[in-house]
DNA sequence: AGTGCTATGATAGACGGGTTCTTTTGTCTA
DNA sequence: TAGACAAAAGAACCCGTCTATCATAGCACT
């Protein structure tokens, strides 16, 4: 490979020797001037700084990497930024990684196809990161058997708990409990489930939640359906329910997107959203997409899990080494798409 | 500060020096080994394997990267990481990144404060990256006098042309003037317009094409309305339209989220769509949220964007020092928000 | 015995910033 | 004018990786 030229006609970066060259003062004394440490002369350091504008200056990131051992930035690898988990889970991270003067390092990984924990931990490693964040959205083949890399903070952003890897992750499967309890509340009984696809973390507990909800009251749970997140999806769902279902009076759907769509397909079938079918969603997505949003829903604090996080990632805060579960509750929205059910 | 220990019972990473003494082999050996070189014995190559698994060896990204002089990572920065178009430039530039191994280093300044593009590129120039993106969603207090660092590939994701730095974005001026074509080839003369908020710099350009589009067939332009990019905004712009203005035939709404509550708005108002009013929007991102979403819009390829930023921006690839500026159409989608006005 | 090859080691230097130790310079006082 | 002392600046070295030389040992083939 072509190195950078080592003389000064070439485009390598300033250094500080070029900076002492120009300025005729020693190396030594071009740092002390840069990171502010007395013992300069005034005149000197006027000299120096001049140099340093002349020449455009700028402090080498591996340089000091490599003498601090420390990188400022901290790895995230997810496999689609556009998911609305993953996209939140940026956003989250992005503010306490700037509180934190840190930047973010990411990955995105293959869209599509499953990745392995240890994949993903190799390929973080070779990058300028402190700490390694995962964002499991489906579930790793080598989850139970990975082993974090010595040295570095990691936490996975899922729901399952992990024997030596700390996790953190907004309490999927408390939400579902949140909303089901609601609508026992107002007498419901016959709710219909509209999931996301199966392979999803964020499904299999949602899912579970308002299983668990319903046996713990002693109702049998009726065939969940399966959609994909989409609206679309969700309005397939709604349009079979109201077409073979008339017991149901409400629908859990485990998105606001579907949830959306599931009430379009409710009113095209016919029936009134809430008096006769109340629907509830989750994420509470919808506010910048549909006006006038009346969906009862829940809503995460995204930026505290991001917090959390970030800073069981990074080690200098928080409890490093210590392998912790931290599940972040939802908070229940509730607005006009849910109502006592008919008679 | 406290340096990191050097001996070996510290936590300092494991270095090469520390694998060859744990193999009993030099440096050179590990090396060799670590890049795949030949002229290495089978066996000899098994134990260096070993020693590394075993204490958990991996290259520091400092020593490489200060002796290649290069990172693998480019800089992005964008105030919000939310807003839909700052999250498309991240997913297309990610997928471009991922072709060229390439990691991307994000920091997002802050969300409701302009920031100045000499700030941007310091924070960006600190860290380790190849290249410097930056998403201009608003015009920069320094745009005009602004100077890139030299040695430094820059790009700013702006319609704003620049005489010194490449500029490259989806052509928000263009979007108007295929969705004002459409219009006119189906007979809409009264177009209004639903702005996002006159400070975002596609807004500018967005109603920009919308004015030169009517002026140009010498219709004069009703005063255009502003709204906030979310549905709601969008709704109230539409319901005072409804109310207002008798004579219009067709609603250019700068984003298809402010579309949909603008669709909603004339809705309630007794106005059908598109049979009473036609509805364009911009974006096409209403998939996601809203069942069988039949706005007309335009679709903006924003992984070709991704990649034409991402090649500018990192010197090895691409046009490197030429200065241009980048406008990648977009492509109308007919749906069934738009009809023949009526008579 | 001589030639040619492979495997490995020893040594050093480049990369850029920062720390520690040492030397030079300047000023003030006895 | 010599001595004390502080300020200013320099010299050397470290961090970890990679490469560039050499040098050397072992082995096979002629």
Redesign the pocket.
Known sequence: ?AR?P?NDTGT??V??ADVARAAG?????V?RV??GL????EQ?RQRVQAAMQELGFR??Y???S??DGRYHSVGLCVNDVTKFGNLSMIDGIASAAREHNCAITLVEMSKTEEFSLAEATRRMAALPVDGIIIGMSRMAPDFETFDPLPGIGTVIVTMYAHPRVTTVDSDHYGCSLLLMDHLFELGHEQIRYIGGPSFSVDEQFRRAGWQDALERKHIKPQAPLEGDWSANSGYEAGRFLAEHDRAMTAIYAANDQMANGAIAALRDSGLRVPEDVSVVGVDDSLDDFVAHNELTTVRFDLHQRGREVFEHAVPEVGTAGKTVAIRIPGQLIIRHSTAIPRA
Chains 1, 2 share one sequence.
Do not use: I, K
Not at 38 to 41: A, G, K, R
């Open positions: 490979m950078r080592s390598r970066p250094s500080m003062v020693s190396q030594q004394t740092s840069a990171n007395p013992n300069v002369n000197t402090p080498s591996a340089g000091r490599l003498r």
